[in-house]
């Protein structure tokens, strides 16, 4: 059964970056889709960036131009570099995989146990 590592949470203030792993037991397929989604203090867990076949990406809106997804063809490693970060960027950040594509919390079926974002101000 797969599962899924997340690593290099931490406390930053703003302005810096981070860059966050998900770390699986075994390589990718190349159909897979692996997302990171985030959940705030209080709020609902919510989807902020996805990568799948043939390197096509998808973001949030509030993350656009400020977060990069990226994995290696063939490798069992996605990052989710973070520049610009803010303190509404504050959550706990998980990583997903699905064999489908989607954008919400159902569509996938194994989740890390999530690393701490804080951003101070």
């Known amino acids: 059964q797969l599962q899924l590592v997340e690593s290099g949470g931490g406390l930053v203030q703003a302005g810096g970056s981070l860059r966050l792993s998900c770390t699986a037991s075994r390589r990718f397929y190349t159909s897979a889709v692996v997302a990171w989604f985030r959940q705030p203090p209080g709020k609902e867990r919510e989807f902020v960036a996805l990568t799948r076949s043939f390197d096509r990406t998808t973001y949030a809106d509030t993350v656009k131009g400020r977060f990069t997804i990226s994995r290696l063809t063939g490798g069992n490693t996605v990052y989710l570099q973070m520049n610009n970060l803010k303190p509404e960027d504050t959550a706990v950040y998980y990583c997903?995989?699905?064999?489908?594509?989607?954008?919400?919390?159902?569509?996938?079926?194994?989740w890390g146990q999530g690393t701490q974002v804080t951003v101070s101000s």
């Open positions: 997903a995989h699905s064999s489908r594509y989607g954008l919400d919390v159902q569509t996938y079926d194994t």
